[in-house]
């Protein structure tokens, strides 16, 4: 049978026929499919390229009832119209190939979802191209790993309006649910769901650094064993810090090798590295004109551990000759979990900056309040305090840095003297805690009445002529730093 011409639906079983289908049968794209095949009202075809795997879930799985294809003409022929599909295989090269051959069986007004970590800018691509043939295309992001992908994910799609009235449905009924709502919102229009997560992504990768750079501290400082700090963070997470992240910290502290008895966490390399979506969110956010501080030092400290050869013929750099040294263990303890406290606030702020500017870019609409609701659960990132952020854009849509918000603000007020007697600590005793650090800068600088950038305008002008704007009068200036040093105005096109 040719690939392009599917067989009549009476050629397929009647109990065949399917909501929905799944390409792409990974460990992702299985428990995908066996999620909405155990949610009522939904069946599932299934298809992928190795027709081992779709034999393997069939058989391992008989209860999920799946509608197999050996083809995708058949695998077409199977669904329901509009025909609705999400594709989870390897971003790139593997995703134009089974997008293409997608559309060489779909019809217009039928659904192409790519559920893999597509970069935001491929999906825009894709989107414009499969458009032109009438199909619907969604990128979304779906946030929780193998075991939110069974259970329930947080999910980010974005596509268009009709796309979400028959996908909608579908999404919610397999997404996680926080406090009686599914983790599942429409994000909006083309790339806007994988933008989105990529920012997510970004801010895993910050808040992993903060948690990693206080179980360090605490380490140094106390001597505390990794089974003792686990449990500090059992107890933090029962407070304003509970998060799944602090959850499985304590978790993977107070494992034990079984090989050497040790703990697991004394064994494991400390070389720590990239899928990517985190330099992504940097990159975007630089083009952006974004500082995302806390999360470029993040990956920035991911690559440094990556470079052991580097570090090896660095041990012998001069040092401070005193260590970290704690008089009041508990007070310090209180001092490391206020500042990772408040720079996830800056982390958190930060993302959700690079969110709107990313709307203002490329012309979305994005509920920024939505987005912190779907993050409370099935993602990695989910924590308590998303409530706070949602509440403060509910009262503030338009606010202009979440971090000035009053639920933050009397949060930094309890905690910022704390938060620099940590970074002033590990600076001093010469522990790395770049994010500490850098989180701690950025939020001085929001607070700073005058930067130093005035002199940075100052040396572009007097090198380059690119001139400057003075605070006292309107107008675009340059001055003739050489011989004479009168000043004159700019004109537009200087």
């Not at 155990?38 to 034999?55: C, D, L, P, Y």
Request: proline share 5%.
């Amino acid at each position: 049978m040719s690939e392009t011409a599917a067989p009549h639906a009476s050629d397929i079983q009647a109990g065949a026929r399917a909501n929905i289908g799944v390409v792409g049968l990974a460990v992702m794209g299985s428990n995908l499919a066996r999620n909405l095949a155990s949610r009522e009202g939904n069946t599932v075809a299934i298809f992928n390229r190795s027709h081992e795997k779709t034999e393997h879930l069939v058989a391992t799985h008989p209860e999920a009832g799946f509608a197999p294809s050996t083809s995708y003409a058949e695998f077409a022929a199977s669904l329901q119209r509009p025909r609705t599909a999400i594709i989870m295989v390897k971003a790139g090269a593997p995703t134009d190939a089974v997008i293409d051959s997608l559309v060489a069986v779909f019809e217009p007004g039928d659904i192409i979802v790519d559920g893999g970590n597509a970069l935001f800018t491929d999906t825009i691509r894709r989107e414009r191209a499969v458009r032109a043939t009438g199909i619907n295309f969604v990128g979304a992001g779906i946030s929780g790993g193998e075991e939110g992908a069974l259970l329930g994910p947080s999910i980010m799609p974005g596509g268009s309006d009709e796309s979400w009235v028959t996908l909608g449905p579908i999404l919610r009924s397999i997404a996680a649910v926080a406090e009686g709502e599914p983790c599942v919102t429409h994000v909006g229009h083309d790339g806007s769901g994988h933008f989105v997560k990529m920012i997510h992504n970004g801010i895993e990768y910050a808040d992993m650094q903060l948690i990693s750079e206080a179980y360090d501290l605490i380490r140094h400082g106390t001597g505390k064993t990794p089974a003792q700090i686990a449990d500090i963070f059992s107890e933090w997470n029962r407070g304003e810090l509970e998060s799944y992240l602090i959850e499985i910290t304590a978790e993977v502290l107070r494992q034990i090798d079984a090989r050497t008895g040790a703990p697991l966490i004394d064994v494991i390399l400390d070389e720590a590295g990239s899928k990517g979506t985190g330099v992504w969110t940097v990159q975007n956010a630089l083009a952006l004109g974004v500082p995302v501080s806390g999360i470029a030092e993040a990956v920035f400290a991911r690559s440094l551990s990556s470079h052991p050869e580097q570090r090896l013929v660095s041990g012998n750099l001069p040092g401070p000759q005193q260590t970290l040294t704690v008089p009041d263990e508990a007070a310090f303890i209180e001092d490391v979990r206020l500042a990772l406290y408040a720079s996830k606030i800056v982390a958190y702020s930060q993302g959700f900056d690079a969110i709107r500017a990313g709307a203002m870019e490329y012309n979305w609409t994005i509920d920024l309040g939505a987005i912190a609701k779907i993050w409370r659960g099935g993602c990695i990132i989910r924590a308590q305090f998303l409530n706070r952020i949602a509440d403060a854009y509910a009262a503030e849509p338009d606010m202009p840095v979440l971090l000035t918000a009053p639920y933050f603000v009397e949060a930094f007020g309890r905690a910022q003297a704390g938060w620099r007697r940590v970074a002033s600590a590990a600076a001093g005793s010469g522990i790395p805690a770049p994010a500490f650090s850098s989180s701690l800068s950025y939020y001085d600088g929001l607070r700073a009445d005058h930067l130093p950038a005035a002199l940075v305008q100052g040396q572009r002008d007097f090198f380059g002529a690119h001139t400057y704007r003075r605070r006292d009068m309107a107008g675009t200036f340059h001055t003739l730093w050489s011989g004479d040093r009168s000043e004159i105005e700019a004109d537009d096109t200087h």
